[in-house]
């Protein structure tokens, strides 16, 4: 399976924003949801976000609505997440997945990115 490649993350202050992005590159005839996933120290890796690939079509989890934004370049087979007023318990590596299906991550993971939120 082709690995995907995620970036974007870092050490930001409580109410900081950071944008990853998730590069997709055998990503030729697939019409497959995208979305991230999220894995804090100790936690089991949870839902974040999903884009439907053609419509457009975005989902959130509860704790991240209204902060977090999902988008997409079907072009350049990238998914995009923009944290927004971002929380110390936001704190986790984030996952980029290529086939979510009814919020089930079935495809390839990336190497995934650190985000660090301090208080």
């Known amino acids: 399976q082709v690995q995907l490649v995620e970036s974007g993350g870092g050490l930001v202050q409580a109410g900081g924003s950071l944008r990853l992005s998730c590069v997709d590159p055998?990503?030729?005839?697939?019409?497959?949801?995208m979305g991230w996933f999220r894995q804090a120290p100790g936690k089991e890796r949870e839902f974040v976000a999903a884009i439907t690939w053609r419509g457009g079509t975005e989902y959130y989890a509860d704790s991240v609505k209204g902060r977090f934004t999902i988008s997409k370049e079907n072009a350049k087979n990238t998914v995009y997440l923009q944290l927004n007023s971002l929380k110390p318990e936001d704190t986790a590596v984030y996952y980029c997945n290529n086939e979510i299906r009814a919020g089930r991550p079935l495809g390839s993971w990336g190497q995934g990115t650190q985000v660090t939120v301090s208080s």
């Open positions: 055998g990503r030729t005839f697939s019409s497959y949801d």
